[in-house]
């Protein structure tokens, strides 16, 4: 079941299906709002650990939002986002 709407960014909630079209959704919504960073799991060199740390938790928290609780019972130990994606990609990418 793919879900009704997400909270917030107004993307339709990833329920284990589609998964492609769904990582465009929320790529494109976290590069428009600029919190696209944590998505590679690398912090930029300038960027206070502190800083870092708080704004890759906002966007795991972002993406977690446009899950269905059964999606993000899937993640739930994930501690930071590119783990979360990584994980979601491994459990629904298609070959």
């Known amino acids: 079941m793919a879900g009704g709407k997400g909270s917030g960014p107004g993307i339709n909630k990833f329920g284990g299906t ?3 079209y769904w990582r465009l959704q929320i790529n494109d919504y976290l590069h428009s709002k600029k919190l696209h960073q944590p998505l590679s ?5 300038k960027m206070e ?3 870092w740390q708080l704004l890759d938790r906002q966007v795991l928290g972002v993406i977690r939002l446009t899950l ?6 899937d993640v739930a130990e994930a501690k930071t986002t590119a783990e979360m994606m ?4 491994d459990m629904y990418e298609k070959p």
């Open 18 to 20: 589609d998964f492609s």
């Open 41 to 45: 799991g690398k912090k930029p060199e």
């Open 49 to 51: 650990d502190d800083d």
């Open 68 to 73: 269905t609780k059964n999606v993000a019972h």
């Open 86 to 89: 990584s994980i979601l990609s």
